[in-house]
């Protein structure tokens, strides 16, 4: 098999993984968008914390939601889902290039950082209550 037809190959399935990880990604956002009523809460907590406006400290669930945010579970898993989409750059990156080797080394990279990713969602889900992980 010539080389420019392998990077082909490689380049589509590649790009195929991508696609339907993207696909899936979509499709569970939309269900657990659609369980919660449409309501995300992470974006909720997120917006809440970004802007200037203050926190209800008598509001326990608010007070809890700060704690999960700022848990090392947490923290690590936000960092290791940057680290994914680095990698997934890079992915991409080298596989337009062509390069067969770095090609390879980036499906390599990719694959670790999902599996991290794996790892700090169980990890996190291992720390919250089956309700504040679902609501999470």
Not at 44 to 60: C, G, H, I, Q, V
Not at 99 to 125: F, K, P, S, W
């Amino acid at each position: 098999m010539k080389p420019g037809v392998r990077v082909r190959q490689l380049t589509q399935w590649v790009l195929s993984a991508v696609l339907v990880g993207g696909i899936l990604v979509v499709a569970w956002h939309s269900s657990s968008s659609n369980r919660s009523g449409g309501n995300d809460p992470a974006v909720s907590r997120r917006s809440a914390a970004d802007s200037d406006s203050p926190l209800d400290e008598d509001d326990p669930s608010e007070q809890r939601s700060l704690e999960i945010l700022s848990m090392p579970a947490c923290v690590e898993l936000e960092r290791s889902l940057r680290r994914l989409d680095g990698a997934r750059d890079t992915l991409l990156k080298e596989a337009a290039d062509g390069n067969a080797e770095t090609a390879i080394q980036a499906v390599r990279e990719y694959q670790q950082a999902v599996q991290r990713v794996r790892e700090g969602v169980e990890r996190l889900r291992s720390r919250l209550t089956p309700d504040e992980y679902n609501g999470f």
